[in-house]
């Protein structure tokens, strides 16, 4: 396949889950609680998306090209598009736009607390997305800045996990994979440390 | 239908019914799954019909018994009940049961001084159950009340809904329905019914003691960790709802608790 069909074609699957769950709320098929769905669904694929986003360097250095790198800002967004309409749900459906309420939610509810720094720890890694940004910054200060999505996707999985009643399978098998790139990533630079100092 | 004439009850509520579909597909019922869908799509041939539905009251009674499900009901008239299910997760359904009163199935067991409580417990058969395969909940699932609660007139014992048979992802074939108290306390597909002089160690309080409490009364004054209890979303409407002191049963119920603090005994 040519190289600039590449990004349309990974742009129309990202959104692939978001037009099914339009489709599946225009045709009543989200069940009984379509909200519900609806809110675990996004956030299921912000969760996706984040860690989708934090496979593209292991996939660099795995096959050698570093043409992966081409769609990791748009994954990368894809996932915060994904908590926005999360946290959008949360914020309209479950309260309202009721501010006192939303406070107060944040304060009792340690899921939902945990939820919230997530999403602030989004916002800085979404604003400076462009390329604009990124020169603005610096690469040096913008690489560091992004190594807040590791951070990111740690309490994405917390989230998850916090909220889930007592069948922990899910969130176990997020946070697996979440370790194996972390851990990953930690062992790939030590070897490129190693190997500059001989 | 499979129950006609079915009398109506002056407990009932009003309130527009929940869809039969929507009771039917959206079940907490861990025996088939942690999925609210699992239950319904592996529990349509629950029970067994080749697998005789056994019943056992015991414990601290004077007349203790193992009954055959249809010996079992055999003695009561149902009637249906139309009440408001309030699940612990902040959703709530408004369901038309068919049953009889928990009272006449103990009074007839003839409790002795001792009886304090009464525990009761789900099939335990992992074969027909395959949730219980993993150990999400200690099984078999257990549920208990105190007695003067389990005498209370609003308890029933269910075999049925929209004048239909239970349905397996119900709680087929007798469940427990105790509608001031959070949906878990419903103890679903029930074997066995004991009075205890000690307070039964409930399945939800043994996986977590510090989230769920013995009694789980509706409360929207005292929140669950991950849920807050103040408002609801009744299945079917797109606004939430404020949530009612015992589910709004307060009128009837309350009384039972005066001098109870409620915030130590949630």
């Known amino acids: ?198 | 239908e499979d129950f006609d004439g079915l009398s109506s009850s002056e407990f009932s509520t009003d309130e527009r019914l929940t869809s039969f579909e929507s009771i039917t597909t959206y079940n907490n019922f861990y025996e088939f799954g942690t999925d609210k869908s699992a239950p319904s799509a592996l529990a349509a041939d629950f029970p067994d019909p080749a697998k005789p539905w056994q019943i056992t009251v015991d414990g601290e009674c004077d007349n203790p018994g193992v009954f055959d499900y249809q010996e079992f009901i055999q003695p009561y008239t149902l009637e249906e009940r139309i009440y408001r299910l309030r699940c612990v997760e902040g959703w709530s359904m408004v369901i038309p049961w068919v049953g009889f009163q928990l009272s006449e199935v103990l009074k007839k067991a003839q409790p002795n001084s001792r009886a304090k409580f009464v525990e009761f417990t789900t099939l335990y058969d992992p074969e027909q159950m395959p949730g219980q395969r993993r150990r999400v909940l200690q099984w078999p699932y257990k549920e208990g009340l105190r007695i003067d609660e389990a005498m209370h007139p609003l308890t029933i014992l269910a075999v049925g809904l929209y004048g239909k048979m239970m349905p397996g992802q119900n709680g087929a074939p007798i469940r427990l329905v105790v509608p001031w108290k959070y949906g878990f306390k419903s103890i679903k597909s029930i074997v066995r019914i004991r009075f205890t002089e000690k307070m039964p160690l409930t399945a939800w309080v043994e996986s977590a003691p510090h989230e769920y409490g013995f009694y789980s009364n509706v409360n929207p004054e005292v929140n669950h960790p991950r849920w807050s209890q103040r408002r609801e979303r009744r299945i079917g409407e797109l606004l939430k709802r404020e949530t009612l002191m015992f589910n709004g049963y307060g009128d009837h119920v309350a009384e039972m608790y005066s001098g109870m603090d409620l915030r130590k005994y949630f």
């Not at chain 1, 979404?126 to 309490?155: C, E, P």
């Not at chain 1, 069948?167 to 098998?173: A, E, G, K, L, N």
Request: charged share 15%; proline share 4%.
């Open chain 1, 1 to 198: 396949m040519r190289l600039e069909y590449s990004k349309p074609l990974v742009f129309s699957l990202a959104l692939l889950p978001f037009c099914w769950l339009v489709y599946g709320l225009l045709t009543d098929q989200l069940g009984a609680n379509p909200i519900e769905t609806l809110t675990r669904e996004t956030g299921l694929w912000a969760l996706r998306f984040l860690l989708i986003t934090l496979c593209i360097s292991p996939l660099c250095w795995l096959t050698g090209m570093n043409h992966w790198l081409r769609f990791r800002r748009m994954l990368g967004l894809f996932a915060f598009f994904y908590a926005c309409l999360h946290m959008l749900l949360y914020l309209g459906l479950d309260q309202f736009f009721d501010v006192a309420e939303i406070i107060r939610d944040i304060k009792e509810r340690p899921f939902i607390t945990v939820g919230f720094i997530n999403f602030l720890l989004l916002l800085p890694l979404a604003l400076t997305s462009s390329n604009a940004m990124i020169k603005r910054l610096g690469g040096r200060r913008w690489r560091q800045l992004h190594r807040l999505s590791y951070l990111a996707a740690a309490t994405a999985c917390l989230h998850f996990l916090m909220l889930v009643k007592a069948d922990t399978r899910q969130p176990i098998i997020y946070i697996a994979l979440l370790a194996v790139l972390l851990v990953w990533r930690l062992i790939h630079h030590r070897r490129r440390q190693s190997a500059s100092a001989s």
